[in-house]
């Protein structure tokens, strides 16, 4: 909080561009009727078949199979998360000697020490927000396998099956949603790394993770093979 005041008009325009990259892709992507025909909108369509055609079979280990592939991963996004924030944290302890270190880089160091933690605490907040994801995301999943094991037999059309087919789409929905807001977390967390540099370098960061995020959603090639999926 000493260092805000000390924060100048770049400073600030930067973190502006960064919080509004973030927020507003997020907004964009999940809320906004522009963005239902993305990359997470297509998903959550096939997501709903995927509960249909599990419903109908009575051998389920091969969705058991791909929900343990889903859990591994975010357990290893969460795992290394942990790390990341641990290191972070290792870096706040020795603000001093990187303050010496950053002075020596040419785009003018990292300023003071407690600019420097300030900075170090944008990045560690993103990592901390991922790993929040990541572990919900994760317990989500585990909820989805409950369902999993109590899931009927049944076919299309009925009304207890269609019920049960939205409740296991809609909790593979939230668990896959929250493990993507732990990967756009890790995406702008890589952005904020750039204020050591200098407070241009996080915005045009910020702004370069908006377009990759917005290619990767609505114009790459998984998106075309979803969308051209009978």
Known sequence: MHALPHLSAVDWLALAIFFASWGGYAWYSEHSPQGRGGLIATSHRFRLKWAYQLLKRE???MDSTLIGNLVSSVSFYANTTIYIIAGLIALLGASDKLVSFTADLPFGGAGTQVMLELKLMLVLASFVFAYFKFTWALRQFNLLTILVG???NGTTGTPAIDDYAQRLAGANNLAGDDFNRGIRAYYFGLAAAGWLINPLVLAV?????????????????????????P
């Open 59 to 61: 051998n389920r280990v």
């Open 150 to 152: 109590a899931a009927p």
């Open 205 to 229: 960061l910020a702004v370069l993770v908006l377009v990759v995020l917005f290619r990767r959603d609505y114009r790459s090639s998984a998106l075309r093979i979803l969308s051209d999926a």
